[in-house]
Nanobody
């Protein structure tokens, strides 16, 4: 498995920006794809964005496309996400995830998870 350590997050007013970062270590074959999921109180964990570390190819859920930017560094085994124009509905615990497989959009395909980091957007 891959060990994932997240940083960043915090609180901001609507329209503001925050950054998330995630560093991977361990199994060198377990992070072909790294991504971010989020879970709001009372809701299921949902996919937000993913990136293939080697190619840099990225995908986004419709709710954040154009506002969030995910980037990756294969040498540093990191993935970062810049979140702009934040909305109150972006408030959630954000989880970094990794898989040695393709960048699927379902939690069941990711076998390594970070501890989660809070993002709070005030109205």
């Amino acid at each position: 498995r891959v060990q994932l350590v997240e940083s960043g997050g915090g609180s901001v007013q609507a329209g503001g920006s925050l950054n998330l970062s995630c560093v991977a270590s361990g199994d060198p074959y377990g992070d072909n794809c790294m991504g971010w999921f989020r879970q709001a109180p009372g809701k299921e964990r949902e996919w937000v964005a993913s990136a293939y570390l080697s190619s840099g190819t990225t995908t986004y859920t419709d709710a954040v496309r154009g506002r969030f930017t995910i980037s990756s560094d294969v040498d540093k085994r990191t993935v970062q996400m810049r979140m702009n124009s934040l909305k109150p509905e972006d408030t959630a615990v954000y989880y970094c995830a990794a898989t040695g497989d393709y960048c699927y959009h379902l939690t069941k395909y990711y076998d390594s998870w970070g501890q989660g980091i809070q993002v709070t957007v005030g109205s």
